[in-house]
């Protein structure tokens, strides 16, 4: 494939680690950097970060591949793993990553996998399962019978709306775009727009990278819902404030990597199989 022979994993959380068993199984060599903390028993020795930038053929980093611009991310160790570390790498061979946006260079051989439409649809999915195992963890009622709202109209929301729906929930989507509107109509699901949105759900779940659940709207709500943010940042509930008016809120980020781990971890070796078959 490419004449890529070997693999260096930098950072990331389970997801990567199944990733990388899963391409050794593959026949590829895989080497880790950043899990000293992880109980998981890994097949190759760990190396040295700059070991593995100049000695693999190409490189895997997480998804996000960095939250701040600075660090890949690492939640497995305490080392920190420079993105600085790639800028030339990433001039020679190529580097898969995450929400490639984060990163603070460009380059023709940075390939982000999670815009490959298989990897998006397949992680909605998982995205969607783990947010209703995290409500059902959370609430003391069950999902059939509850009103649920669901913000935003992307892939995660409607995988959302219709497993809520098949769980007998009573779902309410509230979407900005007025088409999106009519094609969750289409599926049977009451769709309002954002400021039609109501103030009174047993849980709501938002999709939207913006702070629509200020203190104000929070303020608003009725009853005791749980409020789940599945948004990445800037985030769309204030947590701070939905804490102070004795709300329940969590942020629930990554949820692939911590419900469901090991499908998550193939869904991303084949989107990085796809770029190799496809760009490169």
């Known amino acids: ?158 995988v959302l709306c219709s497993m809520l729906k098949g769980l007998g929930a009573r779902v309410t989507a509230a979407a900005r775009n007025a088409e999106a509107r009519v094609l969750l109509k289409a599926e049977g699901i009451n769709a309002v727009s954002i400021s039609d949105m109501g103030n009174r759900y047993d849980i709501i779940f938002n999709t939207v990278p913006s702070m629509l659940f200020d203190r104000k709207i929070l303020k608003a709500l009725e009853g005791s819902p749980l409020i789940t943010d599945l948004a990445s940042a800037p985030y769309g509930v204030d947590i701070n404030a939905a804490q102070a008016l004795g709300l329940r809120a969590v942020r629930a980020l990554s949820l692939p990597g911590k419900t469901a781990p090991k499908k998550a971890g193939i869904i991303i070796k084949n989107a990085v199989y796809h770029i190799l078959g496809e760009e490169l």
């Open 1 to 158: 494939m490419n004449k890529i022979n070997s693999f260096a994993v930098l950072g990331g959380d389970k997801r990567l680690i199944y990733c990388g068993r899963s391409m050794q199984e593959d026949g590829y060599s895989v080497f880790f950097c950043g899990f000293e903390k992880c109980e998981e028993e890994l097949s190759a020795e760990p190396c040295k970060p700059i070991e593995l930038i100049n000695n693999c053929d190409a490189i895997i980093l997480p998804l996000p591949c960095t939250r701040d611009g600075a660090f890949i991310s690492t939640p497995f160790s305490d080392k920190p793993l420079p993105v600085s570390l790639l800028a030339e790498a990433a001039g020679f061979k190529p580097v898969f990553c995450g929400m490639s946006e984060k990163l603070p260079f460009s380059g023709k051989n940075i390939f982000d996998y999670s815009r490959v439409e298989g990897f998006a649809a397949e992680n909605a999915i998982l995205t969607a399962e783990g947010a209703i195992e995290l409500a059902m963890r959370e609430t003391d009622n069950t999902i059939n019978g509850s009103d649920c709202l669901v913000t935003g109209s992307g892939r995660i929301a409607r």
